[in-house]
């Protein structure tokens, strides 16, 4: 059964860069697409963007210009990261799987 | 961008009621619709796939019908633990989209 484990650092400045990491244990890599979606304390879930196993992306429109998703298929592992953070990149940030299955989140928080 | 409107945005129910939230998309996503259940500190867990497939582990109360642009989510006797947060998501194409969620209460 797949797990999806996620980190990264949970304080930041403004301008600061997002960077969080979410590994895959117990299913392979491929085959798959892995996701990327937040959700602001309180709202609604959005999504961010995507990798495929073969390393093609899909952004939101309305973070593209500041989101970058890559992926290492040797260490089974997705990264995000997201350029100039604002007070409204305060969020639960949460990989999934197809969005079938999900890390556990990882609430960013910037504050100056 | 597909819109996704979803409705109601909370309601209030008894256990073993049995309640229906509805979904609809601005365009035909055919059947590319997936529902899930939020509880509070949780990532969302999937309920049903293709507007209609039940997951592995899903209890049977829980049912999605629809195709094109008018989903619904049933849950046919609610019981204590299904009193939480509700979403859809679209997977058709990019951007994908979410439901703006409903919050089950308990009355």
């Known amino acids: 059964q797949v797990r999806l484990q996620q980190w990264g650092a949970g304080l930041l400045k403004p301008s600061e860069t997002l960077s969080l990491t979410c590994a895959v244990y117990?299913?392979?890599?491929?085959?798959?697409?892995w996701t990327w979606i937040r959700q602001p304390p309180g709202k609604g879930l959005e999504w961010i963007g995507e990798?495929?196993?073969?390393?093609?992306?899909n952004y939101n429109p309305s973070l593209k210009s500041r989101v970058s998703i890559s992926a290492d298929t040797l260490k089974s592992q997705v990264s995000l990261k997201l350029y100039s953070v604002t007070a409204a990149d305060t969020a639960v940030y949460y990989c999934?799987?197809?969005?079938?299955?999900w890390g556990q989140g990882t609430l960013v928080t910037v504050s100056s | 961008d597909i819109q996704m409107t979803q409705s109601p945005s909370s309601l209030s129910a008894s256990v073993g009621d049995r309640v229906t939230i509805t979904c609809r998309t601005s365009?035909?996503?055919?059947?590319?619709l997936n529902w899930y259940q939020q509880k509070p500190g949780m990532a969302p867990k999937l309920l049903i796939s293709?507007?209609?497939g039940l997951q592995s582990g899903v209890p049977s109360r829980f049912s999605g019908s629809g195709s094109g642009t008018d989903f619904t989510l049933t849950v046919s006797s609610l019981q204590p633990e299904d009193f939480t947060t509700y979403y859809c998501?679209?997977?058709?194409?990019?951007?994908?989209?979410f439901g703006q969620g409903t919050k089950v209460e308990i009355k």
């Open positions: 365009q035909s996503i055919y059947s590319y």
């Open positions: 117990g299913e392979s890599f491929s085959g798959h697409y």
């Open positions: 998501l679209q997977t058709y194409n990019f951007p994908r989209t």
């Open positions: 999934a799987r197809d969005f079938t299955s």
């Open positions: 293709f507007a209609s």
């Open positions: 990798i495929t196993h073969r390393g093609s992306t």
